[in-house]
């Protein structure tokens, strides 16, 4: 067993099997289960924390809200399909077996567009997967009855419930048939007009007789050939997806050397370019554009924010990050102008200009007492984390913060050149919930993490945001 990530193997004598860091995600997830799926889908780590949240989403099945089953299919869908089935393995290995988990299993086998590959290449797993979903004895029994009369639509509609398409029913049979070793001499049944057959029809060509018209026997040795270009054809497909989607991603860096001041999202490209001297009228309308474009897919927050910004020099340091850490604060600043019912903005340092040029000193703490001041429901203080001025006297001042103001929520957010920025000596403060974004791309999450410690409290605008947070999770799930 893989100490550190569990999802990559699962041994086979495997029980009770501990998910690390789980009990973290189970507290923010009953806190707002509709606002922890949502942040949760622009993770990009698919081999540990999107199967922890799939995990999640299954055990809690007494946490009900609105499109969880189409939520955990999300998250299924997002992952490598042995990851999927590992996820799917563990839960039957730590006896978790509810109702939740039924249709995640049969919803995720059925509609698999590689099922057929899956069958051949995980044939063991996945009987033991759907006989954990409906019962060894049930599962065997309505196999053999449906195998032997695969026109009585009851028992299929048992077995490939949650399926989402009508013409699932052969292509389950087709499943049943190899997982259970159906067939004669050694052969499975397979209906010609499948996408199985026809994008493997090379391999099947001297398959014979057909029967019944529809229905060819096919040699159990040529199914793994056939399982093999199935696959091809299929992956395939998703990279020429990917490639015409290419767009709405930013290159994944693997060190400090594939970043430019151009290449952290075009808001602050164009802020840089503003900043050095650019033409400003052509710019400033590029920059609001980019702007809208990023905030539409953030959900609106309700409540009132105060931003304490840091435009003091620090921010702009110098060289190959002049103006990096400016650009991309205020860049987030114009974003969360546009998602907040209520935006009070305390600049620290800065120019009086509508995009300020970083100068003066850093004088957080002050800047954060005029904040709270503004009696707002959350305080986001963005900074580069370098403090110039009086050293030490935000965290004075979050220590003294006064009776009346002790339940207003205050998040820490770091503006950084790249997400390889070191940050040992530039946290100014401890104990605060903390964040960090280098490109437009970590906007959305970074958002909802805000929005999520406010979500938490009772009243009218947590009952508000939810309603939003459902809203803009039907919509993700949509695309």
């Known amino acids: 067993m893989n100490a550190t990530n569990p999802f990559l193997f699962v041994e086979k004598k495997a029980r009770n099997v501990e998910i690390p860091e789980l009990e973290g995600l189970r507290a923010m997830f009953k806190v707002s289960p509709a606002s922890f799926v949502r942040q949760m889908l622009y993770q990009r780590d698919v081999t540990f924390e999107i199967p922890r949240v799939l995990y999640l989403l299954c055990v809690e099945n007494e946490v009900e809200f609105p499109l969880v089953d189409r939520s955990i299919a999300t998250f299924a869908e997002l992952l490598e399909p042995e990851i999927a089935l590992n996820v799917f393995l563990l839960l039957k290995k730590n006896r978790v077996n509810n109702k939740r988990v039924r249709r995640a ?44 009369s695969p026109t009585e639509g009851r028992k299929c509609e048992i077995l490939s ?44 060509e001297e398959a014979a007789p057909i029967l019944d018209g529809d229905w060819a026997e096919v040699e159990m040795e040529k199914l793994a050939e056939a399982a093999s270009s199935h696959r091809k054809v299929f992956e395939e497909k998703s990279r020429e997806a990917l490639s015409q989607n290419r767009g709405r991603f930013r290159m994944e860096t693997t060190s400090e050397q594939g970043v430019s001041l151009m290449s952290r999202g075009d808001i602050a490209a164009a802020l840089t370019r503003i900043y050095q001297g650019s033409e400003l009228l052509e710019l400033a309308q590029e920059v609001e554009k980019c702007a ?7 959900p609106p927050f309700p409540g009132k924010v105060a931003l304490v910004l840091d435009m003091s020099l620090s921010m702009r340091s110098y060289g190959s990050r002049e103006f990096a850490y400016a650009s991309q604060a205020f860049a987030f600043a114009l974003v969360l102008k546009r998602v907040c019912k209520e935006l009070a903005i305390i600049q620290v340092g800065g120019t009086q200009e509508t995009y300020p040029k970083p100068m003066g000193v850093t004088d957080l703490a002050s800047a954060y007492i005029r904040a709270l001041q503004s009696e707002p429901d959350l305080v986001v203080i963005v900074s580069d984390g370098y403090e110039n001025s009086q050293d030490g006297d935000l965290e004075l001042a979050l220590s003294i913060v006064p009776e009346e103001c002790a339940g207003i929520k205050t998040a820490f957010c770091h503006s950084m050149y790249s997400e390889f920025d070191k940050l040992e000596f530039r946290r100014p403060v401890s104990g605060l919930p903390e964040f960090r974004f280098w490109h437009e791309d970590d906007f959305p999450l970074v958002c909802s993490s805000l929005f999520s410690l406010v979500s938490g409290a009772e009243g009218t605008l947590k009952r508000e945001q939810e309603k939003v947070d459902l809203i803009f999770l039907d919509g993700v799930l949509s695309l």
Not at 168 to 183: C, F, M, P, T
């Open 161 to 204: 419930r949650f399926s989402n398409k009508a013409r699932h029913h052969d292509s389950i049979l087709n499943a049943l048939g190899i997982l259970y070793g159906r067939g004669t001499n050694a052969r499975v049944r397979i209906r010609r007009d499948s996408e199985v057959f026809q994008s493997a029809e090379c391999v099947f």
């Open 105 to 148: 299993i049969l919803n995720y086998l059925w509609n698999s567009p590689i099922l057929f590959s899956l069958c051949v290449e995980k044939g063991g797993i996945l009987r033991s997967l759907i006989e954990h979903a409906l019962g060894v004895n049930t599962t065997r029994g309505l196999v053999k009855e449906l195998l032997d």
């Open 292 to 298: 809208d474009k990023v905030a539409s897919e953030i």
